[in-house]
């Protein structure tokens, strides 16, 4: 996990007129329409452009990646996008599609309108498979070397070592969250042990249905998959459980759906079924440790003001000790 940095905390510089500026720099000319769009980790802004279509500005968080790894991010981006693959991709300007100010690392989109996929369905669900299976099999082609790796160090042990030693967890419940927490990663281990040694390939990371857009009209009906500031290498399995609710049954049989359109462009292997819940366990980790990181973006306290809270711990207790108990159950579509 990056280490936090004053220079996260920079956002209070970035003012309209500044976002304005940066567009001018790479020759786009805003028309004073400028409206922040959803986003904690970075900064995203859709912006009126004179005479032209509107456009999205990512304003990159300051100290979380390198050039390299921003620009290896891109990259995956522009090769799933050459193979015709459904995702929005940076636009080249001035022969760039990273741009800088003196403070800020920056990126412009193509607007693109959809909605959230209907994933009851089990058309749409196939649909997300089949072009997952295509996004992996191009991640598989080479490796990252830049991006973070998925795995029990940077998604579990670490966010629990940089809770403790900030204080974040309440003196009273410290002992029993550190308890739990150690309970849960020796779960996660043992999954990872029954799931033995699986491929890793590069992925989109954060494949949940507010990254995918879905078009109802024209040549690009379907899902576009966008956002892919978390891209990192793992296991394929992990594109797929954020797909899935419900109860085990439901999700049993959502997963079929999508595996039937995945397998037609890579091949599953089940046995990354085994690592369902222990990577839902480090994502309640590492989703506690990020807000943790970020409590200093002023941002970060308005809209979270239940982080931190002695509530707040206290279901995190609760919630691993479900987890534990279900990465000690049979994987996804065992009888």
Not at 235 to 254: K, N, T
Request: glycine share 8%; proline share 6%.
């Amino acid at each position: 996990m990056p280490a936090a940095e004053d220079a996260q905390h920079r956002y209070v510089e970035l003012t309209p007129d500044r976002v304005l500026d940066a567009l001018d720099s790479v020759g786009l000319r805003g028309d004073g329409r400028l409206q922040a769009l959803g986003s904690y980790e970075n900064r995203v802004y859709l912006v009126g452009i004179e005479d032209a279509d509107a456009v999205v500005a990512k304003f990159y968080r300051p100290g979380r990646w390198t050039d390299a790894a921003i620009a290896e991010e891109q990259g995956f981006v522009a090769e799933l996008a050459e193979r015709e693959i459904p995702v929005v991709a940076p636009m080249t300007l001035a022969g760039r599609t990273l741009h800088a100010t003196k403070t800020f690392r920056f990126a412009i989109y193509p607007k693109c309108g959809g909605r959230p996929p209907e994933l009851d369905r089990k058309e749409t669900l196939e649909w997300m498979g089949r072009f997952l299976g295509r996004i992996h099999a191009v991640g598989a082609l080479k490796p990252f070397s830049h991006r973070l790796p998925l795995d029990i160090r940077t998604f579990g042990t670490e966010p629990r070592d940089f809770l403790l030693d900030h204080d974040f967890v309440p003196p009273d419940i410290r002992d029993a969250w550190r308890a739990i927490a150690a309970q849960a990663l020796d779960g996660v281990r043992r999954c990872y042990d029954r799931a033995g040694e699986v491929r890793t390939l590069r992925l989109h990371g954060d494949c949940h249905a507010g990254n995918v857009l879905w078009i109802e009209h024209g040549d690009a009906r379907g899902p576009h998959f966008v956002d892919f500031d978390d891209a990192c290498t793992g296991p394929g399995v992990q594109d797929l459980w954020m797909l899935l609710s419900g109860d085990r049954a439901e999700m049993s049989r959502q997963l079929g759906h999508v595996l039937a359109g995945y397998d037609d462009f890579f091949a599953f292997d089940s046995r990354e079924l085994h690592l369902v819940e222990a990577l839902r366990t480090l994502r309640l980790l590492h989703y506690s440790a990020w807000l943790g990181e970020r409590w200093d973006d002023p941002a970060f306290p308005a809209a979270f003001p239940w982080f931190n809270t002695q509530r707040y711990w206290q279901d995190r207790i609760l919630e691993l000790r479900e987890q534990v108990a279900l990465m000690d159950e049979p994987p996804l579509g065992s009888s």
